[in-house]
């Protein structure tokens, strides 16, 4: 079967550095996305990996090992705008997008 | 303002109740989903149709029919609806998966509520 394993929840402190990861197990591979999701609104596009390594956008950095079948999400200099959950997708051998459950990160001044 | 909108925004229907979600998309995609959303689970797609052509039906019961008019425009027709079906119905867009890239676009979602 398919599976995508994430934390159900953390907690950082404003300011710090957290990381988010997520595994995964999956019908072939076409790349890796994270969505951030703030309650009661849509879930929006952070990043995407499909070849091994990191990738950096400003504050946020996605990181891809293939052969682990591993992701993580990092978050830098967080803000109490970053409370929201992370959501991690994986799109398959048919190009549809396997969740996961998210990781509800919790930001504390 | 991801591109996608939904309505309604919030719905509380009865067991024996019709109802329909309507989502509609201003990115010119031709893909759209339905997926729906409980607490602490993942997403669970439940439909997917491809220029108008619906391409992946999980097993959802028959009480949920969707409709793809056209490439902008989706619905879900809701009908004799159980409590369980309680949920955030979300609608997602895209461009042809089968490019290889199939990041998603999704609406704020319908929050369901079933007696």
């Known amino acids: 079967g398919q599976n995508i394993d994430q934390p159900t929840e953390m907690t950082a402190t404003e300011g710090a550095i957290v990381q988010i990861n997520c595994t995964y197990q999956t019908s072939g591979f076409n790349g890796l996305f994270w969505y951030q999701q703030h309650a009661g609104e849509a879930p929006t596009f952070l990043s995407y990996?499909?070849l091994d390594g990191l990738e950096e956008k400003g504050r946020f950095s996605s990181f891809l090992s293939r052969s682990k079948g591993y992701s993580y999400l990092l978050l830098k200099e967080l803000q109490m705008k970053d409370s929201a959950s992370y959501l991690c997708?994986?799109?398959?051998?048919?190009?549809?997008?396997?969740w996961g459950a998210g990781t509800k990160l919790i930001i504390k001044p | 303002e991801t591109g996608v909108t939904q309505t309604p925004r919030h719905l509380v229907m009865g067991m024996t109740n019709k109802k329909s979600l309507k989502c509609e998309q201003h990115?010119?995609?031709?893909?759209m989903y339905w997926y729906k959303q409980s607490a602490k689970k993942p997403l669970e797609l439940m439909f997917v149709?491809?220029?108008?052509?619906?391409?992946e039906n999980n097993s959802v019961p028959s009480r949920f029919s969707p409709e793809c008019p056209n490439s902008s425009h989706l619905f879900l027709h809701l009908h004799t609806l159980q409590p369980e079906d309680s949920a955030l119905y979300l609608c997602?867009?895209?461009?042809?998966?089968?490019?290889?890239?199939?990041?998603?676009?999704f609406g704020p979602g319908t929050r369901l509520t079933v007696l």
């Open positions: 997708a994986v799109e398959d051998s048919n190009y549809q997008l396997i």
């Open positions: 997602a867009s895209s461009q042809d998966p089968r490019g290889g890239y199939n990041e998603q676009f």
């Open positions: 149709y491809s220029l108008e052509e619906r391409v």
């Open positions: 990115l010119g995609h031709n893909a």
């Open positions: 990996n499909v």
